[in-house]
C-alpha cells in the first residue's frame, strides 16, 4: 500500500511539474495517530521545484473528509495550512505543499525562541477569530469523556489502579471551568510538534488541524504553553499569557484567564497521559512512552497551584515514579499490543 501511495504521489507531483518521478521519499515523524507521512525531494535539475509531503490517512480510521474540509477553511482565513494538490480519497492519499523542515519545538532554548513564539500566538489570534459550520463545539460530555481516558488507559491499564472518589468533583470542576470561559475556535493540539517554523523567514506553518472544535478560549494557549513535548518556566508562561492578553481580541480578566489556562491544560495533560498509554497498549506503539513521566510532573505541579484541584495534585505526588518507570520499561520491552 505504501509503494502505492509513493508511486501515485510521484506521478500526481511529476504532472505539476516535472522532476518527481525519481524525487527522494523521506519518512517523517508521524504523532498519535495512524497516518504516515514522507516528503518528496525533487531532483537537482528540476529548477523552482519545492518538495511535496504525502499523507497516507487510513480512511475507515482518520477523519479525512474533516481534513479537506478544514484545510479550505483555513486556508481562507489566511492560516498556514497546507495547500491540498493532489488526493486519492478512496486510498487516504493526499499530496500537499511542504510548510517546513523544522518544527517550532527545535527553536526553543534557541534565540529564535522568542519570534517563533509570536509567531504562533499571533496565528493563534487568528485562529480563534474562524466560525464556520464545519466547526462542531467542544461539549462538557466530550470533555468528560476524555478524563475517561486517562482513568481507562492509564490508571487502570497501566497502572492497575482506581481512581479515588475524591477526584469526581475534581473532574467535574475542569469541565465546568472549561465549558464557562469563552468558546471559539481550537485546534486542540496547538504545540510545538504541530508548528512549523523557520527562523530564517519567520514563517509558520500549522499541520493537524482536523479535530479542531468551537471550545474555550484558554485551550489553544493551554496546548501551546503547557506543552506535554516541552515545559517552560512559570515565568515565560506568564510572560507569554500576557502577551497574549495584551493582543486577543477577546476581554478576558487576567488573574481569571491565568487559572482557566492552569485548569484546561490540566484536563488536556490528563487526556495526553491516557492516550500516551493507550498508544501502547491498544495500538502498539511506544513512542510516546518515554513523555508519561515527565508529562505526571508537570500535572503534579500545575494541579498544585489550584486548590480546587489539591486531591488531584496530593494523588499524582503520591503515585510512585518507580513503579510507572518499571511498568513502561516493561512495555518498551515488549513489542507486541498488551
Keep these: 500500500m505504501t509503494d502505492s501511495a509513493i508511486q501515485w504521489a510521484k506521478h500526481t507531483a511529476d504532472g505539476r511539474l516535472a ?37 497516507v490517512s487510513p480512511p475507515e480510521k482518520e477523519q479525512n473528509d474533516q481534513f479537506e474540509r478544514l484545510a479550505s477553511v483555513f486556508g481562507r482565513a489566511g492560516l ?3 495547500e491540498i494538490v493532489g488526493s486519492q480519497k478512496r486510498s487516504g492519499w493526499y499530496l500537499m505543499t511542504d510548510l517546513g523542515r523544522r518544527e517550532l519545538g527545535e527553536a526553543y532554548g534557541t534565540p529564535a525562541e522568542r519570534a517563533g513564539l509570536e509567531a504562533a500566538l499571533r496565528a493563534l489570534i487568528t485562529l480563534q477569530s474562524v466560525t464556520d459550520p464545519a466547526i462542531a463545539p467542544y461539549t462538557g460530555a466530550r470533555l468528560h469523556d476524555e478524563l475517561g481516558i486517562f482513568t481507562e488507559w492509564f490508571a487502570d491499564g497501566l497502572m492497575g489502579l482506581s481512581i479515588p472518589a475524591a477526584l469526581a468533583p475534581v473532574f467535574e470542576n475542569l469541565v465546568g471551568r472549561m ?23 519567520g514563517a509558520l506553518g500549522i499541520v493537524d488541524f482536523q479535530d479542531a472544535l468551537m471550545g474555550p478560549v484558554s485551550y489553544d494557549p493551554a496546548s501551546l504553553l503547557h506543552d506535554c513535548y516541552h515545559r517552560f518556566s512559570d515565568r515565560d508562561v506568564d ?11 477577546f476581554e478576558l480578566d487576567p488573574d481569571r484567564f491565568t487559572s482557566d489556562v492552569t485548569m484546561t491544560a490540566v484536563q488536556r495533560q490528563l487526556k495526553a497521559v491516557g492516550i500516551f498509554s ?15 513521566l515527565p508529562v505526571l510532573d508537570s500535572l503534579a505541579h ?22 510507572v518507570r518499571t511498568r513502561i520499561q516493561a512495555l518498551e520491552r515488549r513489542t507486541a499490543p498488551a
Design 80 to 82: 498556514p495550512v497546507p
Design 278 to 292: 493507550r498508544l501502547r497498549l491498544r495500538d502498539g506503539k511506544v513512542t510516546h512512552l518515554p513523555h508519561i
Design 19 to 55: 522532476g518527481f518521478e525519481s524525487a527522494a521519499v523521506i519518512p517523517l515523524r508521524a504523532e498519535a495517530s495512524f497516518r504516515a507521512f514522507y516528503r518528496l525531494e525533487p531532483r537537482p535539475e528540476a529548477t523552482g521545484a519545492d518538495s511535496l509531503i504525502l499523507m
Design 239 to 249: 510572560h507569554w499569557l500576557n502577551w497574549y492578553l495584551q493582543h486577543t481580541p
Design 179 to 201: 465549558v464557562n470561559q469563552p468558546q471559539c475556535c481550537v485546534h486542540r493540539d496547538y504545540h510545538c510538534r504541530n508548528l512549523l517554523f523557520d527562523p530564517a523567514t
Design 302 to 323: 500545575l494541579s498544585g497551584r489550584e486548590p480546587a484541584l489539591r486531591p488531584l495534585s496530593d494523588w499524582l505526588r503520591q503515585l510512585d515514579r518507580n513503579d
